[in-house]
């Protein structure tokens, strides 16, 4: 059964930082791209980071570049998300998926809540 567990997230002030994370397992997690989603109440789910483990690429949203860090431990099955000069816009549920262009599963976490504070 595929599971995703996402924590770290909190409340900030603009300027501040968090690192999230995300515990995942049921699928072959070391050979997966995996990727961060996030969503705000009435918006669809936006992709903003991937990282395909294989080739050590990892691609950004234009609206996280520079500023979000993605990163995973494939001993730990955990996937990171480093996030710096966080904006107001940022706030939103944050989750992760297996998956590069699309979602790989129907199945989704609870996400965990990342709130910045102007």
């Known amino acids: 059964q595929v599971q995703f567990v996402e924590s770290g997230g909190g409340l900030v002030q603009t300027g501040g930082s968090l690192r999230l994370s995300c515990e995942a397992s049921?699928?072959?997690?070391?050979?997966?791209?995996m990727s961060w989603y996030r969503q705000t109440p009435g918006k669809h789910r936006e992709k903003i980071a991937t990282s395909v483990s294989d080739v050590d690429v990892r691609t950004y949203a234009d609206s996280v570049k520079n500023r979000f860090t993605i990163s995973r431990d494939n001993t730990k099955n955990t996937l990171y998300l480093e996030m710096s000069n966080l904006k107001p816009e940022d706030t939103a549920v944050y989750f992760c998926?297996?998956?590069?262009?699309?979602?790989?599963?129907?199945?989704w976490g609870h996400g965990t809540q990342v709130t910045v504070s102007s």
């Open positions: 049921g699928f072959s997690f070391r050979h997966s791209p």
């Open positions: 998926n297996a998956g590069y262009n699309s979602p790989a599963f129907t199945s």
